[in-house]
């Protein structure tokens, strides 16, 4: 099965960038989509930017103009530049993929921290 891991989780002050990693280990041509999501305290987990079929990019309305999402498949790595950083962007971000192997999968990274300060 494909494994996430992500990385580049930071305290950052308003205005300011981060880049998220996101290592993919396994078997990737099984790989259909991946994106990022966050869950910020006491909410619920939502999406912040989508890769559909490693082309088309779909993203949160709250992020739209700041965030880009992007893949290197030489390195099966997915990244999310964050920037203009908003203290409302504070969260765990998550990265996911979803993947065929004989029936539909999704998975999850463990997740790293974002903490944008005023």
């Known amino acids: 099965q494909i494994q996430l891991v992500e990385s580049g989780g930071d305290l950052v002050q308003s205005g300011g960038s981060l880049r998220l990693s996101c290592a993919a280990s396994?078997?990737?041509?099984?790989?259909?989509?991946m994106g990022w999501y966050r869950q910020a305290p006491g909410k619920q987990r939502e999406l912040v930017a989508r890769?559909?079929?490693?082309?088309?990019?779909h993203y949160a309305d709250s992020v739209k103009g700041r965030f880009t999402v992007s893949r290197v498949a030489a390195n099966n790595t997915l990244y999310l530049q964050m920037n203009s950083l908003k203290p409302e962007d504070t969260a765990v971000y998550y990265c996911n993929a979803e993947y065929i192997n004989e029936r539909y999968h999704q998975t999850w990274g463990q997740g790293t921290q974002v903490i944008v300060s005023s």
């Open positions: 890769l559909i079929d490693s082309k088309t990019q």
């Open positions: 396994g078997p990737m041509l099984s790989l259909i989509n």
